[in-house]
């Protein structure tokens, strides 16, 4: 195993070109911890706004607070990881060398190694087989497990809207909604319409030819995964009793959310992700057990982090983009 790794730095705020590919040192587990060689991340959206900062006026003081000022504290972005565990600490009990294994973390999984404590979320995978699917399952899927189960009380037998229906959230929305038991409708462009259909929605709107603002019909939950119009904009359409969830950040929605509670018995609230073992465990089982079907648009080479990003920002992917990490020398 060589001393130096190859990973994708990050440099100071700003556009995809402030990523760069460069060595460090080869990351030494301690007692608790196992070394994994990464073999496949995720370039998310939430990479793309850690990067860019690009977050609206309210938020952007608390996230340079927390995340760094001028510099984020965290070189290597990455939440999402699969890869081998090639070395553990001397305490270690839970994994070993050779162990196939994904996982999730907040950061550095943009590189060719990491060290995670043992008891960090991951699970070990039977087979080598979809390993590039096994990193791409939980951003998504957390996501939309939690912001429907948890914030949205998503019940079966309720009508759920999946605005974004093709995204990396949505796709799981549409799919996770499905296993909940509820009656799925999906909004996307013309071209995702079919591999929505596929993935269980019960109907879809193409809101190219279509405005679901304007339908008569209601849905019990609006998992809103895009964001460009405001959620006041859908009230019409949600039914009494109902639950419009945000997934992107806005100083509008917020005030929304405060408002709407005056005169009406509808909620607004914004989703969330808060990993964890538990829900990892449950949608590692369901991708396992094929309930689950992680989309891949496009796995790009480590060394084009930035033309990855670039990609993801556009916000017309379709389901998850990977980071192959190019193993060459060792
Ligand atoms: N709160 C949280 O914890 C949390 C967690 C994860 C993500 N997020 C946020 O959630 C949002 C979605 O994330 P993501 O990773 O799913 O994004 P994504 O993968 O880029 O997906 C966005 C999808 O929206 C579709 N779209 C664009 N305009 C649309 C429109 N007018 N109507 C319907 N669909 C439209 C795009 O394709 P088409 O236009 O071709 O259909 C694309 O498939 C982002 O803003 C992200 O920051 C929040």
């Not at 462009?189 to 279509?210: F, P």
């Not at 419009?244 to 005169?263: G, H, M, P, T, V």
């Amino acid at each position: 195993m060589a001393g130096h790794m190859k990973a994708a730095i990050f440099t100071k705020y700003g556009p995809p070109q402030v990523l760069v590919v460069q060595e460090r040192a080869m990351p030494v587990p301690s007692p608790t911890e196992v070394l994994v060689k990464v073999h496949c991340g995720s370039v998310t959206t939430a990479d793309v706004l850690l990067r860019s900062n690009d977050v609206p006026w309210l938020f952007w003081l608390p996230m340079r607070l927390m995340l760094g000022f001028f510099k984020m504290k965290h070189e290597i972005l990455g939440n999402e990881f699969a890869g081998e565990v090639v070395s553990i600490g001397k305490s270690v009990t839970r994994f070993k060398p050779g162990d196939i294994v994904c996982g999730r973390a907040s950061f550095g999984s943009n590189a060719q190694y990491r060290t995670l404590g043992e008891n960090s979320i991951m699970r070990k995978l039977p087979t080598l087989d979809h390993m590039t699917k096994s990193a791409l399952f939980s951003f998504g899927g957390m996501t939309a497990l939690q912001t429907l189960r948890d914030i949205g009380n998503l019940r079966g037998g309720e009508r759920v809207l999946v605005i974004g229906a093709g995204g990396a959230c949505g796709t799981m929305a549409v799919q996770i909604a499905g296993l909940l038991g509820a009656h799925v409708t999906g909004v996307c462009s013309k071209g995702k319409k079919e591999l929505v259909l596929a993935l269980g929605a019960d109907e879809v709107i193409d809101y190219a030819s279509e405005d679901y603002t304007l339908s008569d019909r209601t849905y019990d939950v609006i998992f809103d995964a895009v964001g460009n119009r405001p959620a006041s904009a859908s009230w019409q359409v949600l039914a009494e009793g109902g639950r419009y969830l945000s997934l992107s950040l806005s100083a509008r929605d917020f005030l929304w959310s405060l408002i709407s509670k005056l005169n009406s018995n509808k909620r607004h609230y914004f989703g969330t992700s808060k990993p964890n073992q538990t829900d990892y465990d449950i949608l590692c089982d369901w991708f396992l057990d094929g309930k689950i079907n992680p989309i891949v648009d496009k796995v790009f080479p480590l060394s084009q982090i930035a033309r990855a990003h670039s990609y993801v920002q556009t916000g017309r992917k379709t389901g998850n983009v990977g980071l192959e990490m190019e193993h060459t020398h060792d």
